[in-house]
């Protein structure tokens, strides 16, 4: 097991749950990062004394230095600081769990400083695509996923045959807090609404993409770049009770699952101790407490951002890294109250349907992707 890492994004919900199976298997940090939540930041420097922290706003970063200046963690700033924690020298594993397509520079970054990388920061798989799964297999390091459905897939495939035999991957998506509704029934939907999920506690932007299945739609991308499979060969099923987190179907029809309690902390630890297993903080399943689990068809025609998002990936080229922009702004316009909810999926739809595709060479032209998507978002509202 590796014994010492740096977490992008501690303050956040996955970082949190990080610093929880870091306490529990008794790891080493080696840097912290924040945007701009300095109070909780502090805390977690005081207590796992990292020799770097990085808080992302610029003016935040000086009152933070300032109010450690007693210990001996040096600050940083900025994208800077984001790659110097990616690239820390004492890093083993780089657990990457910013939100937004922020972390692609430093995601890259901790590749090309032969890291391996646990994954939460999803954005970035999907907007920067080959980019860093060529980063990874140039430098030959482990790109290990962290999002739950794709753990449990990995899980899954562990021991699979030389010739894969992999026929299909079956995301599972507890639907959200909208699922069943109609159009008509999404129409004067509150933020206060969308946060509520019925299973999972987690950061606001991605809980508003589960909302609106956006987060489904990026975590079939996400699946087609981490284990290689197209569009036709994913599929979504909406499993409401969020106990069995993905299955695989090989060639011979037979299915296998992966199940738990909804708990982060299984999927975050299976990516630090992988391909070990220790004992984790989370309780055991009781199936017959459970009694049944469900399964029902997603409904793409009211939830647009599933269907946007099969689309850019069937595209291919910048069109994956438009979705996920032109999501970025309208989740963040939608919870400051500017559109409504029904708005997200019509304004990624629109996005990807309006701006002409390129192949991205490099991560400036995912960036301008990105940005030509943002663009058209704020034009619209
Ligand atoms: P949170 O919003 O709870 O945390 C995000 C973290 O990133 C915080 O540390 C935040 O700092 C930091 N951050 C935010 N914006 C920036 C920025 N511009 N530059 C640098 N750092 C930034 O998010 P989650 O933990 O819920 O999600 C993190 C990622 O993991 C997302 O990509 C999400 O899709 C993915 N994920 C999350 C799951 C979950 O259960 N939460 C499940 C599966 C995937 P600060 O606190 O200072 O704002
Ligand atoms: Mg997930």
Not at 31 to 41: F, G, K, P, R, V
Not at 125 to 144: F, H, P, Q, R
Not at 264 to 271: D, E, L, S, T, V
Not at 314 to 327: C, E, F, K, Q, S
Request: glycine content about 8%; aromatic content about 6%; charged content about 25%.
């Amino acid at each position: 097991m590796i014994q010492a890492l740096s977490i992008l994004g501690s303050t956040g919900s996955i970082g949190t749950q990080t610093l929880d199976v870091v306490d529990k298997l008794g790891l080493t940090v080696c840097a912290l990062t924040a945007h701009s939540n300095i109070s909780l930041l502090e805390e977690q420097v005081r207590r796992y004394k990292p020799s770097l922290a990085v808080v992302y706003d610029e003016a935040k970063a000086k009152e933070f230095a300032r109010n450690i200046a007693d210990t001996d963690t040096r600050v940083m700033t900025g994208m800077e600081g984001l790659i110097a924690a990616a690239q820390h020298p004492d890093a083993e594993l780089v657990l990457n769990s910013v939100v937004g397509m922020v972390g692609l520079r430093p995601t890259i970054a901790a590749a090309e400083a032969k890291k391996d990388i646990a994954l939460a920061n999803k954005e970035t798989l999907v907007a920067g695509g080959n980019l860093v799964t060529d980063a990874v297999k140039k430098n030959g390091v482990k790109l290990l996923p962290v999002d739950s459905e794709h753990s449990a897939i990995f899980q899954c495939i562990q021991g699979m045959p030389e010739h894969k035999a992999l026929k299909k991957l079956i995301l599972t998506a507890s639907g959200g807090p909208f699922f069943g509704r109609t159009t008509e029934e999404l129409r004067d939907i509150t933020v206060e609404q969308a946060l509520k999920h019925p299973n999972w506690s987690m950061g606001a932007k991605i809980t508003i993409d589960s909302a609106s299945m956006m987060n489904k739609g990026l975590e079939i991308i996400e699946a087609g770049r981490l284990f290689e499979m197209d569009c036709e060969h994913i599929d979504v099923v909406v499993h409401r009770e969020s106990i069995i987190h993905s299955l695989v179907e090989f060639t011979d029809n037979s299915v296998l699952a992966q199940l738990g309690l909804p708990d982060m902390r299984i999927p975050i630890q299976y990516a630090i101790t992988y391909p070990q297993r220790y004992e984790s903080p989370v309780g055991e399943l009781d199936l017959a407490k459970i009694g049944s689990l469900s399964f029902y068809e997603p409904d793409e025609k009211t939830f647009r951002c599933l269907a946007a998002c099969k689309k850019a990936f069937a595209m291919g080229g910048a069109a994956t890294a438009i979705a996920n922009g032109a999501n970025e702004e309208a989740n963040a316009l939608f919870r400051q109250g500017k559109i409504k909810f029904l708005e997200i999926g019509e304004l990624v739809m629109g996005a990807v349907d309006s701006i002409t595709n390129f192949t991205p060479e490099s991560v400036d032209d995912v960036l301008k992707a990105d940005a030509l998507a943002r663009k058209y978002v704020t034009d619209r509202v």
